[in-house]
């Protein structure tokens, strides 16, 4: 006689509220991404930033983030979730008022690595822990599209939220926005999160994890040098650096008995799938992210504050299209529902390869339609990945999600920037008796252009904003052509190979294998 299963236990009240509490560090860290996007000036100013320290105050928090996700990540699976989630939490609190009243460009330079840490033991810890709470996979799958509702809304609120709260307050403001959130994660974690672990891990290697780190922040830095600055050599080698180091790494794990990152999760075709398609749409949400903000305010001629507000229509439909994703994705295939918004994110892309001049509406109108139609592949390829891996190897995965997503990014801003900037260079005419300096800058960068035209004649000026205007545009719409075929591309992909990619269970013939579960304490 057939055994009869067991149902699948359901959440309850408290799981749901541990959800709400998981889901503010996540907006909170994205949203600490960009939100000093707007405060870079004043603080510059009372700090004495130079034009290096600028940059790695804006960038050592990403560079962070992505470089100790996958250690972080591995972690959490030894020492347990909440644990690592509840330090992190109480640290990211600390350093952030620290980071409010620095008194120099250095003090915050470091301040701002330390979050990027603290914050890389925060993502794979909630993601992780919702998969061991959600044990029911319709109720995962919602739970995973309002931690990624959560992380979306904070992408695209960091620069709106940025300027509201500089409209009434210093710069520091920015940061103590960080304290209360995380130390309503450090009062109510002990309460309502349960400790989970890996019952069978061995020790950190911390080898691996020097290697990790070794890899990842020379080729995250590389790809944003490249986008910055183009091809040289410094970059170029930062990335064949971080690759190198990759290989080693790759090696070392195949040898150990308990390596920190178990290769054998890349042997389920759901979870490269999940990995795959997470990682392009990254690569066209970054270019296409860069390109419409730069657009906004170099063509169009809006204000970074006017700018961060024109995307709040985008980042609206980006919410709505995630929650909506999940709930199509428990009535068809999600297979369907990933090819369908790729199409409609396609003919988004193809609708900027028409926009000109200042013309906001039909930029932001095509913006809508790609968040809105890449909106969920955030959570099904999140709850693909974390069905396809064991419970106790939850938080592995959760960073693998994570940094995935980081290299998309990172590879999107620097790939299609650099393709827009060729582009640019290529078209752009400046005028005839422009100093050198003034003249290579202003063929760098349409942001080079807009200082050149400055220190010319009004002739002069109005023909060089002009061309370059014009040049930036069809830069802009080349990469959302580019865009629109990886659309497409992925769309068929899905089609044809991915079919049976699943959103919220295990891969198929795959067992879960169940996890240390330990009663909050």
Request: hydrophobic letters at 55%.
């Given at each position: 006689m057939a055994a009869v299963e067991e149902p699948t236990p359901r959440a309850g009240r408290r799981e749901w509220m541990a959800l709400a509490v998981l889901s503010l560090p996540t907006m909170l860290l994205m949203l600490d991404i960009n939100v000093l996007m707007l405060a870079l000036p004043q603080l510059s100013e009372d700090l004495g930033a130079s034009s290096t320290q600028q940059l790695w105050i804006t960038d050592i928090y990403g560079f962070a983030i992505a470089g100790f996700l996958v250690t972080m990540g591995t972690l959490g699976d030894r020492i347990g979730r909440r644990r690592l989630l509840l330090g992190g939490a109480a640290v990211f609190?600390?350093?952030?008022?620290?980071?409010?009243?620095?008194?120099?460009?250095?003090?915050?330079?470091v301040s701002r690595a330390v979050l990027g840490v603290a914050g890389a033991t925060v993502m794979p810890s909630t993601l992780a822990?919702?998969?061991?709470?959600?044990?029911?996979?319709?109720?995962?799958?919602?739970?995973?599209?309002?931690?990624?509702?959560?992380?979306?809304?904070g992408v695209a609120l960091g620069p709106a939220v940025g300027g509201?709260?500089?409209a009434a307050f210093w710069w520091g403001?920015?940061?103590?926005?960080?304290?209360?959130?995380?130390?309503?994660?450090?009062v109510t974690g002990p309460v309502l999160l349960t400790e989970s672990r890996d019952p069978d891990a061995g020790r950190l290697d911390l080898l691996s994890a020097v290697l990790s780190l070794a890899t990842v922040l020379p080729v995250i830095y590389g790809l944003k040098e490249l986008a910055r600055n183009g091809w040289e050599p410094l970059a170029v080698g930062a990335v064949v650096l971080g690759t190198v180091f990759g290989v080693v790494f790759v090696l070392r794990q195949r040898r150990l008995a308990d390596p920190m990152l178990d290769l054998g999760l890349f042997a389920n075709r759901t979870l490269r799938a999940g990995l795959t398609v997470s990682l392009v749409n990254a690569v066209i949400m970054g270019?296409?992210?860069?390109?419409?903000?730069?657009?906004?305010?170099?063509?169009?001629?809006?204000?970074?504050?006017?700018?961060?507000?024109?995307?709040?229509?985008?980042?609206?439909?980006?919410?709505?299209g995630v929650l909506l994703s999940n709930l199509l994705a428990q009535r068809m295939p999600p297979s369907r529902v990933l090819l369908g918004g790729l199409l409609i994110a396609a003919v988004g892309q193809l609708l900027i390869t028409q926009v000109e001049g200042d013309d906001t509406a039909l930029l932001i109108t095509a913006t809508t339609l790609i968040y809105f139609g890449a909106s969920p592949v955030g959570p099904i390829t999140t709850g693909a990945i974390l069905g396809a891996?064991?419970?106790?190897?939850?938080?592995?995965?959760?960073?693998?999600?994570?940094?995935?997503?980081?290299?998309?990014?990172a590879l999107g801003i620097a790939g299609l920037g650099s393709l827009s900037t060729a582009v640019y260079s290529a078209r752009v005419d400046v005028p005839a008796g422009s100093a050198a300096g003034e003249a290579d800058a202003a063929r760098e960068s349409i942001t080079g252009a807009l200082h050149t035209a400055g220190q010319l004649g009004p002739d002069s000026a109005g023909a060089l904003l002009e061309s370059a205007r014009a040049a930036f545009t069809t830069g802009v719409q080349s990469v959302a052509a580019v865009c629109a075929v990886f659309s497409v591309a992925l769309a068929v992909l899905i089609g044809t190979?991915?079919?049976?990619?699943?959103?919220m269970d295990h891969g198929p013939g795959e067992e879960q294998v169940e996890s240390d579960v330990q009663p909050a304490s």
């Amino acid at each position: 006689m057939a055994a009869v299963e067991e149902p699948t236990p359901r959440a309850g009240r408290r799981e749901w509220m541990a959800l709400a509490v998981l889901s503010l560090p996540t907006m909170l860290l994205m949203l600490d991404i960009n939100v000093l996007m707007l405060a870079l000036p004043q603080l510059s100013e009372d700090l004495g930033a130079s034009s290096t320290q600028q940059l790695w105050i804006t960038d050592i928090y990403g560079f962070a983030i992505a470089g100790f996700l996958v250690t972080m990540g591995t972690l959490g699976d030894r020492i347990g979730r909440r644990r690592l989630l509840l330090g992190g939490a109480a640290v990211f609190a600390a350093v952030s008022a620290v980071a409010a009243f620095s008194d120099s460009a250095a003090m915050l330079v470091v301040s701002r690595a330390v979050l990027g840490v603290a914050g890389a033991t925060v993502m794979p810890s909630t993601l992780a822990l919702i998969s061991n709470m959600f044990t029911d996979p319709k109720e995962r799958g919602t739970a995973i599209a309002v931690w990624a509702s959560a992380m979306m809304a904070g992408v695209a609120l960091g620069p709106a939220v940025g300027g509201l709260v500089l409209a009434a307050f210093w710069w520091g403001s920015v940061f103590l926005i960080a304290v209360p959130v995380m130390l309503l994660v450090v009062v109510t974690g002990p309460v309502l999160l349960t400790e989970s672990r890996d019952p069978d891990a061995g020790r950190l290697d911390l080898l691996s994890a020097v290697l990790s780190l070794a890899t990842v922040l020379p080729v995250i830095y590389g790809l944003k040098e490249l986008a910055r600055n183009g091809w040289e050599p410094l970059a170029v080698g930062a990335v064949v650096l971080g690759t190198v180091f990759g290989v080693v790494f790759v090696l070392r794990q195949r040898r150990l008995a308990d390596p920190m990152l178990d290769l054998g999760l890349f042997a389920n075709r759901t979870l490269r799938a999940g990995l795959t398609v997470s990682l392009v749409n990254a690569v066209i949400m970054g270019g296409t992210g860069l390109m419409v903000a730069l657009y906004l305010q170099t063509v169009a001629g809006h204000s970074p504050l006017a700018a961060g507000l024109w995307l709040l229509i985008p980042a609206c439909a980006l919410v709505v299209g995630v929650l909506l994703s999940n709930l199509l994705a428990q009535r068809m295939p999600p297979s369907r529902v990933l090819l369908g918004g790729l199409l409609i994110a396609a003919v988004g892309q193809l609708l900027i390869t028409q926009v000109e001049g200042d013309d906001t509406a039909l930029l932001i109108t095509a913006t809508t339609l790609i968040y809105f139609g890449a909106s969920p592949v955030g959570p099904i390829t999140t709850g693909a990945i974390l069905g396809a891996a064991p419970a106790e190897k939850a938080g592995a995965a959760s960073s693998l999600s994570s940094t995935g997503g980081e290299f998309g990014v990172a590879l999107g801003i620097a790939g299609l920037g650099s393709l827009s900037t060729a582009v640019y260079s290529a078209r752009v005419d400046v005028p005839a008796g422009s100093a050198a300096g003034e003249a290579d800058a202003a063929r760098e960068s349409i942001t080079g252009a807009l200082h050149t035209a400055g220190q010319l004649g009004p002739d002069s000026a109005g023909a060089l904003l002009e061309s370059a205007r014009a040049a930036f545009t069809t830069g802009v719409q080349s990469v959302a052509a580019v865009c629109a075929v990886f659309s497409v591309a992925l769309a068929v992909l899905i089609g044809t190979r991915l079919r049976d990619i699943s959103a919220m269970d295990h891969g198929p013939g795959e067992e879960q294998v169940e996890s240390d579960v330990q009663p909050a304490s």
